[in-house]
């Protein structure tokens, strides 16, 4: 079985970018005197895009957010990710190694809750753009994760890019996804790939569906993720 693209996540696996999104969100919410904590950040909000995120806590909190209010709340966000994003390198270590080396066999793409300009300003400063052939995001406005949508588009644009190659249809069960998250991980089984999790912001112990786990993506080789589709069992 060849492995025919990765799809990888982005905050968490490319980017060490949670605890900054954190950070967006708690000045922007502060200014409507509402509190989100790391604890409840970590354990309950993570998985979503912004729009679900500011959704959820809004019914948990029993606060009224509107369509106005939410989309005033997602641009403040934007603009102070942004910023951040702009200055200094958030990738983890091993993530520009390992996409390179993926980026030489297989084609990529991006299946991400995060804003695609927020994705292509760390892209673009880590000379990285140009590895990725298909970005989908929270930008098309499609189902966050753990609903199987963003893979969906993923493959959708990327297998746009590759017919124009006469390459073969994509087909799920031949690609992995790249995950650090069960909302994530459940994403792309729903969407019938395989994955692959890294422990960069749970333990593995958190990560048990996925048919691989690997404490950082520098442990990766082309090979190991190709076994992953030959083994009908669980990889550790």
Same mark, same amino acid.
């Given at each position: 079985?060849?492995?025919?693209?990765?799809?990888?996540?982005?905050? !968490? *696996?490319? +980017? =060490? %970018?949670?605890?900054?999104?954190?950070?967006?969100?708690?000045?922007? @919410?502060? $200014?409507?005197?509402?509190?989100?904590?790391?604890?409840?950040?970590?354990?309950?909000?993570?998985?979503?895009?912004?729009?679900?995120?500011?959704?959820?806590?809004?019914?948990?909190? !029993? *606060?009224? +957010? =509107? %369509?106005?209010?939410?989309?005033?709340?997602?641009?403040?966000?934007? @603009?102070? $990710?942004?910023?951040?994003?702009?200055?200094?390198?958030?990738?983890?270590?091993?993530?520009?190694?390992?996409?390179?080396?993926?980026?030489?066999?297989?084609?990529?793409?991006?299946?991400?809750?995060?804003?695609?300009?927020?994705?292509?300003?760390?892209?673009?400063?880590?000379?990285?753009?140009?590895?990725?052939?298909?970005?989908?995001?929270?930008?098309?406005?499609?189902?966050?994760?753990?609903?199987?949508?963003?893979?969906?588009?993923?493959?959708?644009?990327?297998?746009?890019?590759?017919?124009?190659?006469?390459?073969?249809?994509?087909?799920?069960?031949?690609?992995?996804?790249?995950?650090?998250?069960?909302?994530?991980?459940?994403?792309?089984?729903?969407?019938?790939l395989r994955t692959v999790a890294v422990t960069n912001t749970y333990a593995a112990a958190d990560l048990g569906r996925a048919d691989l786990i690997v404490e950082r993506l520098s442990e990766l080789t082309f090979?190991?993720?190709?076994?992953?589709?030959?083994?009908?069992?669980?990889?550790?």
């Amino acid at each position: 079985m060849t492995l025919q693209a990765v799809f990888f996540d982005f905050d !968490g *696996v490319i +980017a =060490d %970018s949670e605890p900054l999104h954190l950070r967006a969100y708690q000045a922007v @919410l502060q $200014v409507d005197g509402i509190e989100l904590n790391r604890k409840d950040y970590y354990e309950r909000y993570l998985g979503y895009d912004d729009v679900g995120l500011f959704q959820a806590l809004s019914k948990d909190l !029993g *606060v009224v +957010a =509107d %369509s106005a209010r939410i989309d005033r709340w997602i641009a403040s966000k934007a @603009l102070i $990710v942004e910023e951040m994003l702009s200055n200094d390198s958030v990738l983890f270590p091993g993530a520009a190694e390992c996409i390179r080396m993926f980026a030489e066999r297989v084609p990529l793409a991006i299946a991400s809750g995060a804003l695609e300009p927020e994705i292509a300003i760390v892209l673009e400063h880590e000379g990285l753009r140009g590895s990725f052939e298909a970005i989908a995001s929270a930008s098309d406005g499609v189902p966050g994760k753990p609903a199987p949508d963003l893979y969906v588009l993923a493959m959708t644009k990327l297998q746009e890019r590759l017919k124009n190659r006469g390459a073969d249809p994509l087909v799920p069960a031949l690609c992995v996804a790249i995950e650090d998250s069960h909302w994530g991980l459940e994403a792309a089984a729903k969407a019938g790939l395989r994955t692959v999790a890294v422990t960069n912001t749970y333990a593995a112990a958190d990560l048990g569906r996925a048919d691989l786990i690997v404490e950082r993506l520098s442990e990766l080789t082309f090979s190991s993720v190709e076994n992953v589709m030959r083994d009908n069992g669980r990889a550790r």
